[in-house]
């Protein structure tokens, strides 16, 4: 091939053994387009090609990836609108023959339709991080962190105190679109068995409630923030395997910040959702911090 075929908001560029995808950066262009710039896909990530009428004199080249090639779309476990579908490419319709050619040739390339054993679609790169309404959630690669706010995080994850999960400790990623009610980002432990919704998984709390999640709302962890972001620890758990390195060491905290925390805590005291042992024993851990 070796050949271009330029969409609304992007442009596929064919070469023999992947496809491609640059991405536009225009005020139109959906802001996960725009964050994930461009994308090489190779064709044995690849399921199925399509090409089907569109709205308004246009047509649609789709690609399906192969379940668990790519982490993006593992982690958006169909949740993603059709507008921000990341393979799919609208073709005004004068360039219909083109994109049917094209359809054509990668359809005659494609080997596997099952699942694939890895991920063959790199992830988005870290350091990651976004704000949750409960909280900022970051990730440098080796291990993600929970930073509570003092406005937004239920008494339940302050008593719980920030968080940090080593990738090696996670078996895998719960993520809810920002864009349906009761958005969030869970973190799954290993011992869950990696399996995203595993039936005989013990019910979680309410993501509000649960120290290993944060959640979105109105504004907090937009799709083009909080997606790429579950992908790469998906990716990051997914290559860690079975091994288990040594646990991540929670960083020095501001002086100022311990101040605020316990000043809320006293709060939380004071309104009776902390009672005295508790006050006692949170008060403690975090000017052991210091």
């Known amino acids: 091939m070796g050949d271009v075929l330029t969409g609304f908001h992007a442009a596929w560029e064919f070469a023999s053994d992947s496809v491609l995808i640059r991405y536009e950066r225009g005020i139109r262009t959906p802001k996960l387009f725009q964050t994930l710039g461009e994308r090489r896909v190779p064709l044995t990530a690849l399921a199925s090609v399509t090409l089907t009428p569109g709205r308004r004199g246009t047509v649609v080249l789709r690609a399906e990836p192969r379940p668990g090639a790519d ?3 593992d982690a958006a476990d169909g949740q993603l609108k059709e507008g921000c579908d990341p393979y799919r490419l609208v073709v005004p319709a004068e360039r219909a023959t083109l994109a049917e050619y094209y359809a054509d040739e990668l359809r005659a390339r494609l080997t596997d339709a099952g699942p694939a054993e890895r991920h063959l679609v790199a992830p988005p790169e870290p350091p990651l991080q976004f704000k949750a309404y409960d909280g900022k959630a970051s990730f440098d690669g080796s291990a993600v962190r929970f930073r509570w706010s003092w406005t937004g995080a239920s008494s339940a994850k302050w008593k719980a105190g920030d968080q940090s999960f080593p990738v090696a400790g996670l078996g ?13 980002l869970r973190l799954l432990p290993r011992e869950a068995g990696g399996s995203q919704g595993a039936a005989d998984r013990s019910r979680p709390p309410q993501p509000d409630q649960d120290p290993a999640a944060v959640v979105f709302g109105l504004g907090y962890g937009p799709v083009h923030e909080s997606l790429p972001f579950a992908a790469a620890v998906l990716a990051a ?14 960083p020095r905290r501001d002086p100022a910040d311990i101040a605020d925390r316990i000043r809320h805590l006293g709060e939380l005291h004071q ?13 403690a851990e975090l000017l052991a911090e210091l």
Do not use: N, Q, Y
């Open 271 to 283: 309104a009776g959702l902390v009672t005295d042992e508790e006050f006692s024993v949170k008060k």
């Open 237 to 250: 758990v997914r290559a860690a395997g079975p091994a288990t390195p040594a646990p991540v060491p929670a």
């Open 71 to 73: 982490p993006l779309m």
């Open 172 to 184: 895998g990623v719960e993520w809810r679109s920002p864009e349906i009610l009761e958005g969030h």
